[in-house]
T-cell receptor, first 110, second 111 residues
């Protein structure tokens, strides 16, 4: 059975801290791994990763994929209260569907 | 503007009633999806459709039904058989190899 596991499920930090969110997966036909940020409504797309070892960056956020060990991490440096959200990891299993993890709820305190 | 439109934003269901959630996209995407999200949880797949007139059950299809008569539209009916329908429902669409685009969701509650 295809599955995506995220850890931790919940995390509370203070502004300025650096956080690392983890995502591991087991799927039959891997095409890509995606990270989304969800605040109140629709998840917004952050990164799509298809190749191992190539870091993707956007401002204070970065992500990398390890296809041998079947995991990805999402790093957020110098966190701000606006980073508080649920971070979702999903795997595209080659056009069958997207398998989502349970999400990590990040709370950033002032 | 291209995107996905879900309606209504809020919906209330009485006992024994079927309700239908609308999802329309103008992105020309072949694939469409329905997810359920409970408070503080991730997304669980209800149904998905890769092509018009075809759809597959996801992990939690019981108590739900869908149709895909047009490429742009993928309505979800929450039937009276779904005993715990209170949740946030998200519709998404995608094209091959690209990230999903999501609508703003519908919050369904029981009266």
């Amino acid at each position: 059975e295809d599955k995506v596991v995220q850890s931790p499920l919940s995390l509370v930090v203070h502004e300025g801290d650096t956080v690392t969110l983890n995502c591991s997966y087991e799927v039959t036909n891997f095409r890509s791994l995606l990270w989304y940020k969800q605040e109140k409504k629709a998840p917004t797309f952050l990164f799509m990763l298809t190749s191992s070892g190539i870091e993707k960056k956007s401002g204070r956020l970065s992500s990398i994929l390890d296809k041998k060990e079947l995991f990805s991490i999402l790093n957020i440096t110098a966190t701000q209260t606006g980073d508080s959200a649920i971070y979702l990891c999903a795997v595209d299993n080659y056009g069958q569907n997207f398998v989502f993890g349970p999400g990590t709820r990040l709370s950033v305190l002032p | 503007d291209g995107g996905i439109t879900q309606s209504p934003k809020y919906l209330f269901r009485k006992e024994g009633q079927n309700v239908t959630l609308s999802c329309e996209q103008n992105l020309n995407h072949d694939a469409m999806y329905w997810y359920r999200q409970d408070p503080g949880q991730g997304l669980r797949l209800i149904y998905y459709s890769q092509i018009v007139n075809d759809f597959q059950k996801g992990d939690i299809a019981e108590g739900y039904s869908v149709s895909r008569e047009k490429k742009e539209s993928f309505p979800l009916t929450v039937t009276s058989a779904q005993k715990n329908p209170t949740a946030f429902y998200l519709c998404a669409s995608s094209t091959q190899g690209e990230p999903q685009h999501f609508g703003d969701g519908t919050r369904l509650s029981i009266l």
